[in-house]
């Protein structure tokens, strides 16, 4: 491995920050910015703060946010809400008319039906289907494509929904906006801005925070971990008098729990070696970073950070409503339990409050115009909430206790949370990981916490605070029953992050107490499957403006053809250095999404491949760069005339085609040698290159030559016959025979569209090849084409399904097909098959579907019209987005129609003319059923109980087997059988669509 390269040329400090500063900022003092701005950028609340450079006496300052309160009535606050409302049309006309007899700054009343902060919370609990809440929180779900328009979760019908992204950059937009009007001289644009994010986001949620900034019109920022933003707050509120309070060994504490996420960090108080000159200092000033005191130095450093947990007050506000739901007769509908949520929240907030009263009722107003006798009232006392709360989530608990692994029990807002909602539990884990991180100095004679700083909303409540110290007594006190760590006091939780984010921006220019940041998280790329094994390419004390390059092992690469780096990341392997091979741990790393890319290089045209090795950056605002580089050039001197490639993070591969790239399940089902796949590519050159065989006998050929039935051949095989078969593409013209045979093989060694490496560019090329490119207009080759988009589905992109769509409409609703036709059938299958696919794009098919069952002249094809229509109503999709499953109501009224349909009437099937048929019929009615009314523990998606009575009574007439009465009594996963009935074909081994 190199030695790290560090290609600024003022060449950074050792002890730099997490994000250094850009050369444009390292300047004079009169052609720096005037006022130096820190935003938190939180999940229940934002918060801007400032230093104005040129006062008198330079302090951090809380903007007042201007925003709407009400309809008609703006206030300015200290906090904006992180929430995002669309007006309902009554709204829309009552706002409008409030501003006409107002001046109003344009940024308040555009868009006109949309609003943020303080009104969009209070609408929102009202009519939750228009608001988006926890945005940041979905900024860091992995399991979704984070820059879709997938928000509001379950939102209404007629709201137009909005990315993670998009929902961060109106809040970003709203406070640039305002700070530009009162401050028209200094926009903030082009001020010093600090914007702040939890330490355990991943690359891609910082990237995504990046982008958010520059569409709200902020294209140069910083970023810095919240935890250590609260940290500077409290510098800032000491500057006279922090050296009295810590010493050298001390071990630091930062506990900031806030509206969705828990996030860990630990300070080490060490002797600083020497004074340097870094590059936040402005020519000629001294930095304070270093402080004597008794004729040693004290310097901050921050060791470690937790892992992203998707814990904090969304958790505590759903406890409460659970348990005062616990009360009422029957659980609430979906949209009253969003009430109850949201009224939660203020519950939340009076009862952990110290001056709380013994109990609280909490009203929901009726729906509709009985609103007296639909109203909900429900008391909870603060003994109920301390059993829910202190009891819940911080208990206590021993040091070696164990997070309990699973599933959360929350599953209504579709969010990733922590199976095990106790938060002494992770605590006590990330303190057993990192006892002896940073134990390296001789000053250091204790491993236990000496100094807790506590942040974010959730720890305003004494009683939470006082549990935490209790548990870090009880952990480290050993013999002496009277110690506990002492609290570093903070008057206002809710502003410290950005008012430290604001001191950080002053700290660049080398003002103020420094913090010395590692990266504290370790960064691996993966390169073996049998075993799983990675490589180290960023280490844990890497510094912003470093390069590491990964020459131990260079890597021979094809060029124009993809490959995929599937990435780890650890917060507790931090020894590890670049180059190191590692056996991949999934308890100590986590996967990343992986990223992709395909050499493509101008002057190797004539050259199949390349040798390359790996370089990594950690950039100055704390994200990450992977370049690939010709080895050839590696060496040279000059960066800019080497080939270099940038590899991007591949945002939707949890949700899209790569899901299993960490796990490799497609890939160590079989590796096959290069003989076999020559011998494959034999065969199918005698059928499509010389035309010596015929094509119908090519599958049989292929079986033979591989002494493998067809279901047994493992993905990596599949994908190399796809490979044979993309290179003889124009060879499938020689007949209608020849098209439809290359047709049915290219889309069964591609299905199902993803669980290999790689496999979106192949279906990417695919679709480019063959998408309205047929040659043989005849009615097998198109029923072979609809098989082929069929198989591949999971791996098309949501814009390839809806062009699918648009022609399956104007076929399945035209007539012109033969309900007994082959085409028909696999038009019907195709259709449900296309997961991505908007609500009423796939209620409008459902519907065509319904209408065909009640044809009996179409009964030959029931099967096929029960099969599409139990994916399309399905409650938990095979590959697709859980945002676009239809709701419970329309699922009922699928269900209503199914059961009322003469077909699925539980005859014997020997009554019938055509007993196999019938079978046929029942066997496909019990799946779609079942998949309808599967429970899934959403009550956004589970239909009403008595319904799935209903649906039980008559999958018991089916005779269906007991595992599906199972499913829709309790829920669960289909195995692997079923799993293939659903796919409509047989899975590649080691694949699973789910």
């Not at 605590?427 to 491993?447: K, M, W």
Request: aromatic share 6%; net charge negative.
């Amino acid at each position: 491995m190199s030695a790290p390269k560090d290609p600024s040329p003022d060449n950074s400090s050792p002890n730099a920050d997490s994000a250094n500063i850009p050369d444009a900022a390292v300047s004079d003092e009169q052609d720096a910015p005037r006022y130096c701005i820190g935003i938190d950028l939180g999940t229940t609340n934002c918060v801007l703060s400032f230093v104005d450079t040129l006062a008198p006496n330079r302090q951090v300052q809380v903007f007042q946010v201007p925003q709407w309160v009400d309809l008609d009535t703006l206030e300015s606050r200290t906090t904006l809400p992180s929430f995002h409302y669309t007006l309902t049309q009554s709204e829309a006309t009552a706002a409008d008319n409030a501003k006409k007899n107002r001046n109003v700054a344009r940024y308040l009343v555009e868009p006109a039906n949309e609003r943020v902060g303080e009104f969009a919370r209070n609408a929102g609990s009202i009519h939750p289907g228009r608001l988006i809440a926890s945005a940041k929180s979905w900024l860091s779900h992995e399991g979704v494509d984070r820059s879709a328009d997938l928000l509001p979760w379950h939102g209404d019908t007629d709201v137009a929904k909005k990315s993670p992204m998009s929902a961060s950059a109106a809040y970003l937009e709203h406070l640039r906006l305002a700070w530009d009007d009162a401050h028209p001289d200094s926009p903030m644009a082009d001020q010093d801005v600090v914007v702040t994010l939890p330490a355990s986001f991943d690359e891609v949620a910082r990237e995504l925070t990046v982008a958010a900034a520059a569409r709200a019109g902020l294209p140069r920022i910083q970023l810095i971990e919240e935890p250590q933003a609260a940290f500077y707050a409290w510098l800032d509120r000491h500057s006279d008098d922090w050296a009295s309070l810590v010493r050298v060994g001390q071990l630091i504490l930062v506990c900031d729990i806030g509206g969705g996420t828990t996030d860990l960090t630990l300070i080490r108080v060490r002797p600083a070696t020497a004074k340097t000159s870094t590059p936040e200092q402005i020519e000629g000033e001294s930095s304070e970073s270093d402080v004597e005191m008794d004729g040693a130095s004290l310097q901050f450093h921050r060791i470690a950070v937790g892992k992203h947990l998707i814990l904090g007050g969304d958790n505590l506000d759903l406890a409460i409503a659970k348990s005062a739901e616990a009360k009422l007769d029957a659980p609430l509908p979906a949209r009253r339990w969003q009430q109850l949520v949201a009224a939660s929240r203020g519950v939340k907030e009076m009862m952990l409050s110290n001056n709380r009263p013994s109990e609280t009722t909490i009203h929901l107003a009726g729906e509709g115009s009985s609103l007296i006798g639909g109203s909900v009232s429900v008391n909870v006392s603060a003994e109920q909430v301390d059993q829910v709360l202190l009891d819940g989530f911080f208990p206590n608990v021993p040091l070696d206790a164990e997070v309990v692994g699973g599933q959360s029990g929350f599953q209504e807002l579709g969010l990733p949370y922590a199976s095990d909602p106790a938060i002494t539990k992770h605590l006590a884990e990330f303190l057993r990981a990192h006892r002896d991180t940073g134990v390296d100095d001789e000053q250091v004679d204790s491993q236990r916490v000496d100094l807790v700083l506590f942040n974010g909303g959730v720890l305003r409540s004494s009683a939470i605070q006082d549990r935490i110290v209790s548990c870090l007594a009880n952990w480290f006190g050993e013999d002496d029953y009277d110690w506990k760590p002492q609290t570093l006091q903070s008057p206002r939780l809710d502003l410290a992050v950005s008012q430290g984010a604001a001191y950080y921006a002053l700290v660049r220019r080398g003002e103020g107490v420094r913090i010395a940041a590692n990266l504290a998280r370790t960064y691996f790329m993966q390169i073996s499957n049998s075993p799983p094994r990675a490589v180290c390419m960023i280490p844990a004390d890497a510094q912003p403006g470093q390069t590491y390059r990964i020459d131990s092992l260079p890597m021979e690469l094809r060029v124009g053809v993809p490959v995929s780096f599937p990435l780890w990341v650890s917060s507790t392997r931090l020894a590890d250095r670049p180059g190191d091979v590692v056996d991949i741990d999934p308890s100590e790393m986590t996967a990343l999404p992986p990223i992709h890319t395909a050499l493509q290089d101008r002057k190797r045209k004539k050259e199949s491949s390349m040798q390359i090795v790996v370089e990594t950056h950690l950039t100055e605002i704390g994200t990450i760069g992977v370049y690939c580089v010709s080895a050839g050039d590696a060496a040279k001197s000059d960066a800019t005339k080497s080939r270099r490639w940038k590899l991007d993070f591949d945002i939707r591969a949890t949700l899209e085609t790569d899901r299993e790239a960490h796990q490799g399940g497609g890939e160590a089902s079989g590796i096959v040698d290069e003989e076999t796949l020559q011998d494959c590519d034999k065969q199918i050159d005698a059928v499509f290159v010389h035309g010596d065989e015929k094509p119908a006998k090519l599958v049989r050929r292929l079986q033979t030559t591989l002494d493998l039935k067809r279901e047994q051949w493992p993905p990596v095989l599949l994908r190399g016959i796809w490979e044979s078969l993309m290179r003889v593409e124009t060879h499938r013209r020689r007949s209608p025979a020849h098209e439809a045979r290359w047709l049915n093989l290219l889309g069964y060694s591609l299905r199902p569209g993803y669980g290999v490496a790689v496999d979106d560019w192949r279906t990417a090329t695919t679709w480019r090849t063959l998408f309205g490119k047929i040659a043989h207009d005849d009615p097998q080759t198109r029923a072979e084409t609809m098989i082929l988009w069929r198989r591949i589905a999971g791996g098309l992109t949501e814009g390839q399904q809806a062009q699918l769509a648009n022609v399956l409409k104007r076929t399945l609703t035209s007539g012109g097909l033969r309900p007994e036709s082959a085409e028909a059938l696999e038009s019907w299958r195709l259709a449900g098959s296309l997961e991505r696919l908007p609500i009423q794009e796939k209620l409008d098919l459902i519907r065509a579907a319904l209408a065909q069952l009640e044809r009996k002249k179409a009964r030959s094809l029931y099967p096929a019209l029960l099969w599409a229509i139990g994916r399309m109503a399905t409650r938990i999709p095979a590959y697709g987005p859980i945002n676009w499953v239809l709701g419970a109501r329309d699922a009922t009224d699928v269900i209503n129609r199914l059961l009322s349909n003469p077909a699925l009437r539980p005859v014997a099937p020997e009554s019938t003319d055509d007993p196999g048929l019938t079978q046929h019929i029942h066997t496909a009615a019990s799946l779609a059923l079942t998949q309808i009314s599967r429970r899934c523990n959403d009550r956004f998606r589970d239909l009403e109980e008595t319904d799935r009575t209903r649906v039980i009574r008559q999958l018991r007439d089916l005779s269906a087997p007991e595992h599906f009465v199972r499913l829709v009594e309790e829920g669960g996963q289909f195995d692997h059988e079923e799993q293939a009935a659903i796919f409509g074909d047989s899975l590649p081994l080691g694949i699973e669509l789910r």
